[in-house]
DNA sequence: GTATTATTAGTAACAGTTACTATTACTAAT
DNA sequence: ATTAGTAATAGTAACTGTTACTAATAATAC
């Protein structure tokens, strides 16, 4: 039934360019780039191609609050820092297992990044009561 | 020079609704129920005193990837999850100070929150070197 | 080579938020 | 109390990033 998704040259441009850079491109950012090479490609398959790349786990989604979606093509765990000057996102590779303090952790990825960390920002996600105990109806 | 905010019934009402409500609601959910008491008040006012009382401290904003902006009347220092089913934002209070790790922090956030904790997400923000430089520049 | 159909380019639609503008209504000074 | 000055408002248009649609194209299996 389910055919196999091509491999076009699209998307192999796509994905190249998404390895080859360390920026944190946007879709638009990326589409500006590959089009030196491939003028008639739109934006709508740099979109849907990276959104198939995150589903296919071969890239991240690098999400930051009132910024545009950016993309990542290293999805190794790590963490992303924003500078909230110009917008750009740098990676923070931590090889810590151990926890650490909160005013430890500033101040080690100041030393690690050179960034003047203003701060961090933890959020949860998960299923709530309501919709676990509706998955669980569905199931039956 | 400089004239001191007005408190107007609109600016008064949006405050009220948001302190009011833990449900952490968008713009347009305190435009809907303020409308029943104030029918003629505008989304635009809505969204430009939520981003006043923000700046002034009285609210905090909720942003959470691919969900629209939410509000929050409470101020003080909490997390927040939010169900990757029905998109609700509950809060969570951890009163621990010390650092734990990972794999205990989500399950003692699930037995806490009742949630079925997925995980969570870390980011960091600050100013890059550049733009730490640039500014300095500016100074002189 | 031919048939099948996933993918594409181009464009329109959409959603959330912000900007604009003429009018309204607080506030402070007279 | 009246007035002058101006912050704030309602209503609406514009903007921005993303998604949806559709006819044409091109990757793959046979
Ligand atoms: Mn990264
Ligand atoms: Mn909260
Ligand atoms: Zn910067
Ligand atoms: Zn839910």
């Known amino acids: 039934m389910n ?11 796509i994905l190249d360019e998404l390895k080859k850079v360390k920026t944190h491109p946007t879709a638009q950012e990326l589409y500006d780039s590959i089009r030196k090479v491939l003028p008639n490609i739109s ?6 191609n990276l959104e198939l790349l995150c589903q296919q786990g071969m890239a991240k989604r690098v ?21 909230v000057g110009c917008g750009k ?3 923070i590779y931590v090889n ?6 909160e005013d430890e952790l500033i101040r080690f990825l ?3 990044t050179n960034y003047d960390v ?3 920002k933890i959020d949860f996600f998960g299923l709530c009561p309501e919709c676990k105990s509706r998955k669980n109806q569905e199931k039956l």
Request: glycine share 8%.
């Open 118 to 120: 203003h701060g961090q």
């Open 43 to 48: 934006l709508g398959t740099v979109y849907r």
């Open 3 to 13: 055919r196999k998704p091509r491999f076009t040259k699209q998307r192999k441009l």
């Open 63 to 83: 999400e930051f609050p009132e910024a545009q979606r950016r993309y990542d093509g290293d999805v190794s765990r790590h963490y992303h820092i924003q500078c």
């Open 96 to 101: 810590e297992t151990r926890a650490i303090r």
């Open 110 to 112: 100041g030393i690690k």
């Open 89 to 91: 996102v740098d990676d």
